[in-house]
T-cell receptor, first 115, second 111 residues
Framework: KNQVEQSPQSLIILEGKNCTLQ??????????LRWYKQDTGRGPVSLTI?????NTKSNGRYTATLDADTKQSSLHITASQLSDSASYIC??????????????FGKGTKLSVIP | DAGITQSPRHKVTETGTPVTLRCHQT?????MYWYRQDPGHGLRLIHY???????DKGEVSDGYSVSRSKTEDFLLTLESATSSQTSVYFC??????????FGPGTRLTVL
């Protein structure tokens, strides 16, 4: 069964500090890995999407890494801001062909940035 | 937001009543999806559509039906709502590069 595990479940950091969120997956076949940010009461918004051949991708203060060999990804947030308080969801895409395309979602990491 | 709207945004209903949620997109995307999001679970796929009148089941489709009579609208129907269907429902579209964009969500409470 395809699975995506995220850690930690929740995290509290001081404004201005850096943090790293982890994602481990067992999804086959692997097509891509995405990180989404979900603010409270809103829909998820894409931060990055990486294919098998990419091992790092940045979006402003967000940097995602992918190690396809160990099936691990991380999302690093630099110089956190209060507006970074949200849930961060790791999602792995799988395309087995013949029109079969599936996303497996992690449960998310809830990040709270405090002044 | 890729031009996705959902209606209603909030709904409270009673057990046994039918409920229809609407997803509307303005950018002519072929693929549309309905997910539910519950505490302790990742987003779970209910149904999806790959074209007008073309739909298929996701992992949690029991108790739900869908219809897509035109490209821009994808309807999710709970024929007889149950308390276990209390959830937040998200519609999504699939754009180029397999990117998925999500709507703002509908919070449904079944009493």
């Amino acid at each position: 069964k395809n699975q995506v595990e995220q850690s930690p479940q929740s995290l509290i950091i001081l404004e201005g500090k850096n943090c790293t969120l982890q994602c481990n997956y067992t999804v086959s076949p692997f097509s891509n890995l995405r990180w989404y940010k979900q603010d409270t009461g809103r829909g998820p918004v894409s931060l990055t999407i990486m294919t098998f051949s990419e091992n790092t991708k940045s979006n402003g203060r967000y940097t995602a890494t992918l190690d396809a060999d160990t099936k691990q990804s991380s999302l690093h947030i630099t110089a956190s801001q209060l507006s970074d308080s949200a849930s961060y969801i790791c999602v792995v895409g799988s395309n087995s062909g013949a029109g079969s395309y599936q996303l497996t979602f992690g449960k998310g990491t809830k990040l709270s940035v405090i002044p | 937001d890729a031009g996705i709207t959902q209606s209603p945004r909030h709904k409270v209903t009673e057990t046994g009543t039918p409920v229809t949620l609407r997803c509307h997109q303005t950018e002519n995307h072929r693929y549309m999806y309905w997910y539910r999001q519950d505490p302790g679970h990742g987003l779970r796929l209910i149904h999806y559509s790959y074209g007008v009148k073309d739909t298929d089941k996701g992992e949690v489709s029991d108790g739900y039906s869908v219809s897509r009579s035109k490209t821009e609208d994808f309807l999710l129907t709970l024929e007889s709502a149950t308390s276990s269907q209390t959830s937040v429902y998200f519609c999504a579209i699939r754009a180029s590069g397999d990117e998925q964009f999500f709507g703002p969500g509908t919070r449904l409470t079944v009493l």
